[in-house]
C-alpha cells in the first residue's frame, strides 16, 4: 500500500478495490491446484554426514587443480570437485588421502570406474574390449599413463591403500 500511496495516488482507490480480490483469486488457485502438479517424493538416506572441512582442504592442497587433467577453474565456477576415492557412504572416509581433485566428468568416470590410480600415480584407463569410446578432445585414453598431479606434501598424496580398493572394485 505504500507503493501505491507513493507512485500511484490518482489510482489508489481502483487499486484498493482490486486487490483483495486478485488475493482471493491466488489462494483458491493454490489450495484448488492438483497436488500431482507440486507434489515431491521426499525419502530419508542414513548414512555418513559430508564433511565441508574435506573439500576446502583437498581442493586447497591441489590449488583448485584437476589432478588428471589439470583444469584449473576458480572456486566459484565449481568445475572442479573434490572426489573420495573409497567412498564417503561406504566407508566414512573423509581423510585427506581419501580425496583427489577432478573434473566433474572425470570425477562421474573415476566413480563409475572407468579410470583409476597405480601405486606410482599413473593414470589407469579401461580396457578397449571393456570400455569403448568415441575419438573425442574429452577422450579419457588421452590421460592413460600419465602421471597425475600430487600435493607438494608427500603425506597427502593419496592412500595407497584406498588407491587398491579402487582398482580391485573396478576390475584393474
Known sequence: MVLTDTF???????IQSTLPTLFQEIKMEVLEEAPSKYRT???????F???????????DLYDYTCCFSKLKVEP????IEAAHIKPHATFGN??????????????????NGLISI??????????????KETD?????RQ??????????????YPGLENLEWHRERFGF
Open 8 to 14: 500511484f495516488p490518482a489510482s489508489k482507490q481502483r
Open 41 to 47: 517424493k521426499t525419502s530419508v538416506t542414513e548414512g
Open 49 to 59: 554426514v559430508r564433511d565441508w572441512k574435506f573439500k576446502t582442504k583437498v581442493m
Open 76 to 79: 566459484t565456477f565449481a568445475l
Open 94 to 111: 573423509n581423510t585427506i588421502t581419501n580425496g583427489i581433485p577432478l573434473c566433474v566428468y572425470l570425477h562421474r568416470a573415476f566413480d
Open 118 to 131: 597405480s601405486d606410482d600415480y599413473k593414470i589407469l584407463v579401461k580396457g578397449k574390449e571393456t570400455f
Open 136 to 140: 573425442s578432445p574429452l577422450n579419457l
Open 143 to 156: 590421460f592413460e599413463g600419465q602421471e597425475m598431479l600430487l600435493p607438494g606434501d608427500e603425506r597427502y
